[in-house]
C-alpha cells in the first residue's frame, strides 16, 4: 500500500467555508473516491490555510486517473478551484504533489 502526503493552502478568508463544504462531501464523490482506490483519506486543516492531505492507495497514478475519468470529480474540483491559493490554473487534484516520505515507523 502506497502512503500519499501532500499540501495545498487555502485562502484565510474562505477557511469556514471550506470546513462547511467538507462536513457535507457529495456522497457520490465519497463512493467516487472509494470506487477509485483512495483509501484512509483524510484532510487537516490549519488556521493559517495550511490543508495536509493524506491518503493510501495501491498506485496513486492509478487513483488520481481513475478520479479523472468521473463526472463527479471535475464537478467537485470546479467548485472548490475557488477555495484555493497558487493553483496556477491547475485544479486542486492535479496540485497535489506528493511529498517524499523520509521516514515511517510501522
Known amino acids: 500500500m502506497q502512503r ?3 499540501l495545498l493552502k487555502v485562502r484565510p478568508d ?3 467555508e ?3 463544504r467538507h462536513a457535507t462531501v457529495w456522497p457520490e464523490m465519497r463512493a467516487a473516491l472509494s470506487a477509485t482506490g483512495w483509501h484512509n483519506y ?4 490549519r488556521e493559517d490555510g495550511l ?3 493524506y491518503l493510501e492507495t495501491e498506485d496513486f ?3 488520481q486517473a481513475g478520479m479523472e475519468a468521473t463526472g463527479v470529480n471535475a464537478r467537485w474540483q470546479a467548485e472548490m478551484a475557488p477555495f484555493f491559493e497558487s493553483l496556477d490554473g491547475a485544479r486542486p487534484d492535479e496540485a497535489m504533489t506528493p511529498l517524499t516520505e523520509v521516514f515511517h515507523l510501522a
Open 51 to 53: 490543508l495536509v492531505g
Open 42 to 45: 483524510s484532510l487537516f486543516l
Open 4 to 6: 500519499v502526503c501532500f
Open 61 to 63: 497514478a492509478a487513483a
Open 14 to 16: 474562505r477557511l469556514d
Open 18 to 20: 471550506y470546513r462547511e
